[in-house]
């Protein structure tokens, strides 16, 4: 198998995590790539027509894409348990899934459009979602949270590091002392550790 990758990605994190956590780097061939919605890369558009990171070729069948469906697709391969918490555990992947697509489009608005064009109140658009979903984890999901690693601690994580990593002035841990308590403890695993942006 191969994966198109980008260290910076969020969604590849994810992806990431779980092929740590799973055991199963050895099973997949990482094939760097850098694009844009401006300026796609042409192997990654041969595989998935969307042209997005991250893409799973396999040797047996069609071209995966979408995180979600990826880390559902190696957890079934390695019997990992990762979605042992059913809908609640798939609703925890989307809310972490919602707090990266927020931090994308800010990172895209800030690093793609020209200054001139950007939009501040847009800006401020996506940072309220990443602070209502965090407000809404704190209130919610801490119990998913805690116990054997599951995706929804995987997807929170990634999140929450790509937030800091490229929006550290968010603001996502005020009011939310029990899910920062909680990132601070989970940023120490060695698959978090080995998968910070540069280190793949």
Same mark, same amino acid.
């Given at each position: 198998?191969?994966?198109?990758?980008?260290s910076?990605?969020?969604?590849?994190?994810?992806?990431?995590?779980?092929?740590?956590?799973?055991?199963?780097?050895g099973a997949v061939e990482l094939v760097q790539v850098a694009t844009t919605v401006t300026s796609p890369?042409?192997?990654?558009?041969?595989?998935?027509?969307?042209g997005k990171i991250p893409a799973l070729a396999r040797d047996d069948g069609v071209t995966l894409y979408d995180s979600r469906v990826i880390c559902a697709v190696l957890d079934d391969r390695a019997g990992g348990g990762l979605y042992a918490g059913g809908w609640?555990?798939?609703v925890l992947?989307?809310?972490?899934?919602?707090?990266?697509?927020? #931090?994308?489009?800010?990172?895209?608005?800030?690093?793609?459009?020209?200054? $001139?064009?950007? &939009?501040?109140d847009? =800006?401020? #658009?996506?940072?309220?979602?990443?602070?209502?979903?965090?407000?809404?984890? $704190?209130?919610? &999901?801490?119990?998913? =949270?805690? #116990?054997s690693v599951n995706i929804g601690q995987l997807a929170m994580a990634a999140a929450l590091a790509y937030v800091d990593f490229?929006?550290?002035?968010?603001?996502?841990?005020?009011?939310?002392?029990?899910l920062a308590a909680w990132f601070v403890d989970f940023e120490s695993r060695p698959s978090m550790e080995a998968t910070r942006p540069g280190a793949a």
């Open positions: 198998m191969k994966l198109f990758y980008s910076s990605s969020p969604f590849v994190r994810k992806v990431m995590l779980v092929l740590h956590e799973t055991d199963q780097l890369d042409a192997a990654l558009t041969a595989s998935n027509p969307l609640d555990m798939k992947e989307a809310t972490a899934d919602g707090i990266m697509d927020a #931090g994308v489009s800010m990172s895209y608005e800030k690093r793609l459009r020209p200054q $001139e064009k950007q &939009w501040d847009w =800006l401020e #658009g996506q940072r309220r979602k990443i602070l209502g979903a965090c407000a809404a984890v $704190e209130a919610r &999901w801490m119990p998913v =949270l805690s #116990g490229r929006h550290p002035d968010a603001g996502w841990r005020e009011g939310n002392p029990q």
